[in-house]
């Protein structure tokens, strides 16, 4: 499967964005999807993730109270609301998608997704 992120931009601390991840084949519903983001000069880190059903869902405590994730199966597409934004959280965001279901934690490795939408950029001025 093909993933697309978009719905980044510029927005000042304090402001929301909303991204969007999209695939290729109406199959996303059978996935877990996760987002991640990686900073100028930083590893990439896990943000959030959703299991295939919706009735799983992880947060990192960096954006817990924040960032919801919800998902939309018949729309094919799963989302990220930012809120309350602030400037650490300039990154390029990127959506990932697995079909099993995470164990043990697995949803917080990049290394454990399959499949990766081509980022996109959120800046947060102060």
């Known amino acids: 499967v093909q993933l697309q992120a978009s719905g980044g931009g510029l927005v000042q601390a304090e402001g929301s964005l909303r991204l969007s991840c999209e695939a290729s084949?109406?199959?996303?519903?059978?996935?877990?999807v996760g987002w991640f983001r990686q900073a100028p000069g930083k590893e990439r880190e896990f943000v959030t993730a959703?299991?295939?059903?919706?009735?799983?869902?992880y947060y990192a405590d960096s954006v817990k109270g924040r960032f919801t994730i919800s998902r939309d199966n018949a729309e094919n597409a799963v989302y990220l609301q930012m809120n309350s934004l602030k400037p650490e959280d300039t990154a390029v965001y990127y959506c990932?998608?697995?079909?099993?279901?995470?164990?043990?934690?697995?949803?917080?490795?990049?290394?454990?997704?399959?499949?990766w939408g081509q980022g996109t950029l959120v800046t947060v001025s102060s």
């Open positions: 990932a998608a697995n079909r099993k279901i995470p164990y043990m934690g697995d949803y917080r490795y990049f290394t454990w997704y399959d499949y």
């Open positions: 084949e109406r199959t996303l519903s059978s996935y877990t």
């Open positions: 959703i299991t295939r059903s919706g009735s799983n869902i």
